[in-house]
């Protein structure tokens, strides 16, 4: 099935806040549209950099936007390609179901084809990163390497993510002075970005069922992957994955960072962009 807005009124406020959001791009940008056998996806496209490109791909109902805080810096060395993910809200436009992991696997992989690269750094936060790694565990065509932030994929996600995201949700409505209060990181970000997440509530996406990966599939992937992930994540026990993944594939390198939870980025924008530019900069 396909993903799509419950009314044209709610489409047309959704378009309305990434409008607005799109002035808070801090570089020039290029909207880029690539065909895929799934549909057209939305790329903005920044940066002139000479390092391999950085394709960044956000967390579910993030758009490409997500990306406004660390484009500036990551566009100063890399050509950045920031992802309206198919399937979700955004200006990506969806023709066709994405109903298993292996639909997915090919919607990017036509993505990546459709960039002309011969390879890039893939990034993803949470849903981003989970289709990074679901890509990379079938093939690491075009791909250099695999950043993921939180990704999905190492536990069942159900009534504690549910209930965190419904705490989540009344943080987002605080006003700055009281979410600084309650939570770490810039309030500006989520300021900014809130009138996009409550507009993309209103989306009907229609997702493939969860899926865990395997020992196998872990040790199936032929890449540099670095996972960051949050020691107070409500979406695994981060420990419990490091452990997991050391033994099973030298080339899985994982970071626990401390005290902080799934939403990482927000929390600390400044490490994910350094940690970004880090791991990109061997090329």
Known sequence: MIGTFGTEKARERFLAAYADIQREWPVPAEEVDVETRYGTTRVRRSGVGRGTPLVLLPGFMGTSLTWYPHVAELSERHEVYAVDTLG???????????????????????????????????????????????????????????????????????????????????????????????????????????????GGLKFKAHLAPQHLYTDDELRAIKVPTHLILAEHSVIHRAREVATRVAPLNPRIHTEVVPGANHVLNLQNPGLITTRILELSTPD
Do not use: M, Y
Not at 164 to 185: D, F, H, K, M, Y
């Open 88 to 198: 979700e809200p955004g200006l990506s436009v969806q023709t066709r179901g994405l109903a298993t992991d292996e639909d997915l696997a090919a919607w990017l992989s036509d993505l990546l084809a459709g960039l002309g690269h011969d390879k890039v750094h893939l990034v993803g936060i949470s849903r981003g990163g989970f289709l990074a790694l679901n890509l990379v565990i079938r093939s690491s065509d075009r791909v250099a390497s695999v950043i993921a932030v939180e990704p999905g994929g190492f536990r069942w996600i159900g009534t504690r993510f549910i209930l965190w995201s419904l705490i989540e949700i009344v943080r987002w409505l605080l006003p700055p002075a009281l979410l600084r209060l309650t939570t770490t990181g810039d309030p500006t970000i989520r300021r900014t970005l809130r009138p996009l997440l409550f």
